[in-house]
């Protein structure tokens, strides 16, 4: 069984920095999709990256610029390089694996901008 274990929120303030990690237990040999969503109260989540297995990265357009996805794949562990922060940012931010048998979510990261 997949689980997904998240690091790296925190409290910045604007035009600052964070990189979260999150990392993928068990078996990860199929081709599969890792990305990240961020939520904040009352609103849906929104997809902010994702990376396939054996493509480029794709990025929401209010974090175009700023953000960077990547991933080792020998780690089984993808990161989100988050610079020039805004307080717009704020969120909890979910990172998920996609698959062909389904997707799994991992427990989430606060990630807080303010001065």
Known sequence: QVQ???SGGGLVQPGGSLRLSC???GDLTISNTIGWYRQTPG???ELVASIHSGGPAN???S???RFTASRDN???TAYLQMNNLKPEDSAIYYCYL???I???WGQGTQVTVSS
């Open 4 to 6: 997904l274990v998240e």
């Open 23 to 25: 990392r993928v237990s």
């Open 43 to 45: 609103n849906q989540r």
């Open 59 to 61: 990025y929401a357009d």
């Open 63 to 65: 974090v175009k610029g």
């Open 74 to 76: 020998a780690k089984q």
């Open 98 to 100: 996609n698959t062909a």
């Open 102 to 104: 389904g997707t799994t």
